[in-house]
């Protein structure tokens, strides 16, 4: 076996067994949880190992960099997830090559990703993405703003709102990170209840508070590092 697929297989190995255990200790089956694997800054061949290893999701959070190793990967049986910020001039090539938008965050881009799907002739699954916490820099609708941007984007035939997604502000500290782990799920369930409709999805927890997400109720799980190692830049 090559030394980079051995390598993620050791990873992924390690990511199973603290993904079952975690789901042991909040009741919870392990294959109701998802792993995206976070391929951003990683060749197209990290991808493809990660895929014979029977990984099936994949996130990236840039277009252009998945444009240009889409190509690569055109042949996998893979569900692409965007998960970075979006810009509405980019929604067009989303739409076309991602089959799912994690990080809708206003309702100007979800008009733009709504019209595209039309003209693709699909309905485009999506999330929206929360921002909970300080950081002003970080994309995502604030709490306050969620009502409105759910029902308007409810409206909008071509979208197909699934749940929720967040980015936690980080700390290495579980503790500190599961208030907020716990607030997006409170967030889903009273969305789901206003909005008389099932939001399954609760994309939440990365390389380093997956198990504490875990243990909160996260379907989703979104990793990088713990998978494919360090990332060189970004
Ligand atoms: C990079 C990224 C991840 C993965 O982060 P790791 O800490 O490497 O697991 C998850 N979600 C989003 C939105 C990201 O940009």
Redesign the pocket.
């Known amino acids: 076996m090559p030394e980079q697929i051995s390598s993620i297989a050791a990873n992924l190995a390690r990511i199973r067994e603290r993904i079952a255990r975690a789901a042991e200790r909040a009741g919870r089956r392990a294959d109701e949880i998802t792993l995206v694997a976070?391929s951003?800054t990683f060749p197209a061949e990290a991808v493809r190992a990660a895929y014979e290893l029977g990984l099936r999701e994949f996130?990236e959070?840039r277009v252009q960099e998945f444009e240009a190793k889409h190509p690569k990967l055109a042949d996998l049986d893979a569900t692409w997830h965007l998960?970075?910020h979006l810009q509405s001039n980019k929604a067009k090539r989303a739409a076309q090559l991602f089959n799912r938008v994690d990080s809708v965050d206003n309702l100007a881009l979800a008009q733009k990703l709504d019209l595209a799907a039309d003209d693709q002739e699909k309905r485009l699954p999506i999330l929206i993405e929360v921002h909970l916490g300080g950081e002003a820099t970080k994309s995502g609708v604030t709490e306050g703003d969620l009502p409105a941007l759910a029902e308007g984007i409810s409206a909008l035939t071509h979208l197909d709102l699934q749940g929720l997604m967040t980015?936690p502000p980080y700390s290495e500290d579980a503790a500190r990170v599961r208030p907020y782990i716990q607030k997006l799920r409170d967030l889903r369930d009273e969305l789901s209840r206003r909005l008389s409709k099932p939001l399954p999805a609760l994309s939440m927890g990365?390389?380093?508070d997956f198990e504490v997400a875990i243990e909160e109720g996260a379907t989703e799980i979104?990793?990088?590092?713990?998978l494919f190692g360090q990332?060189s830049a970004q």
């Open positions: 976070v951003k996130g959070n998960i970075g980015v990365m390389s380093h979104r990793l990088g590092t713990a990332r």
